[in-house]
């Protein structure tokens, strides 16, 4: 039996003092990055663009300089993605053929009423995609399920979710053969600036495979008492166990495990139910019957929201909310069919984050 095994709730204070301990761990550790290779369909490879990739960057550029609100925003991406040490801008005194030997177009996607990132700068990866495969070169195999997590979250009685920061961005690229790196095709066109990734991007269709196989591996590297309760679903890790000071531990060991590989745990973006009592978890209650509780939490995770609160544990589907143009376009239906089948936006056209 655990410390906190009984109806009682965990105390505000034993997991803020578990916290503190994880981030005391964290600055002791240096991160050992995991690596993976772009998994090539074959020796072929896409062929120089960059005239083509800066024309469509030239584009982009003015036409959203007349929209100063816009610009500013792309801009602010910009900056974030030079100084977020993922990429390796091109030195001054380099060709743009000697830097790489292929470009990838920038799309910004805005959203000006987030309070957050307002633009995000998606990849068009649709000719690179077509020279690799989803999965490759023996690292190890990912098992990536939606179903199976969500099953899993619920079969536990104590569940804590976390989220990875960044995660595609924490997995190495590997530099490949000294004539032929994997990274000089991962280069970009972005405000005019001529970058490449050293990292894992999101939006190949490779990325959701490299993330996970690296994840295979740091989770399966753990005891099997603490793995058996592990779940993840791309950047999204789930821990459960049948106590709270169990889901406590095993966290404590699972973000240590992470944070020596890189990755890092966004803790505003954690939700549980270790201050939930015992006799509510599993209740058959609506919604309705819940709203309005003193302290209670609402998540989302996975495409469900998570009521959390002291007398409260319920789960209940997010539906998508449809708001259909009076002129139906291919694109809308394109945009709707994603959101109902493909929510996290693993296989959209053109998606980075």
Known sequence: MGIFDDDSCIPDR????????IQCNHAEVAADRLSVSIPWKSSARPRYNFKDVWARDRKVLTRLRHDPVKYEAYLSAVHELLKSGVVVEKPPDQSPHDFAKFYTAVVPV????????????????RPLNTYTT???DGTGSTSMD?????????????????????AFWQVLVRGGKVDDKDTDYLALVVAGHLVKFSRVPFGTNWSPWALGSSLEKIFSSLPAKIRDGVGYYVDDVLIGASSISQ????????????????FDINEKKRFHNLETARSSIG??????????M???QMASWLGYRWFIGPNCDNVDIKLPNF???REVRMSSLRSITARLFDPLGLVAEASWR
């Open 14 to 21: 034993w997991l803020q003092d578990n916290n503190l301990a």
């Open 110 to 125: 805005f959203n000006l009423n987030r309070t957050s990132t307002k633009c995000r700068l998606c990849l068009d990866a």
């Open 134 to 136: 989803t999965t490759g």
């Open 146 to 166: 939606l179903f199976g997590t969500l099953m899993l979250w619920r079969s536990f009685e104590r569940a804590s979710c976390d989220d990875l920061s960044k």
């Open 247 to 262: 889901v406590e531990a095993s966290r404590i060991s699972v973000v240590q495990a992470l944070k020596r590989r890189g």
């Open 283 to 292: 209740q058959d209650v609506t919604v309705s019957d819940v709203t309005g």
């Open 294 to 296: 003193d302290g209670l």
């Open 323 to 325: 708001r259909l143009p």
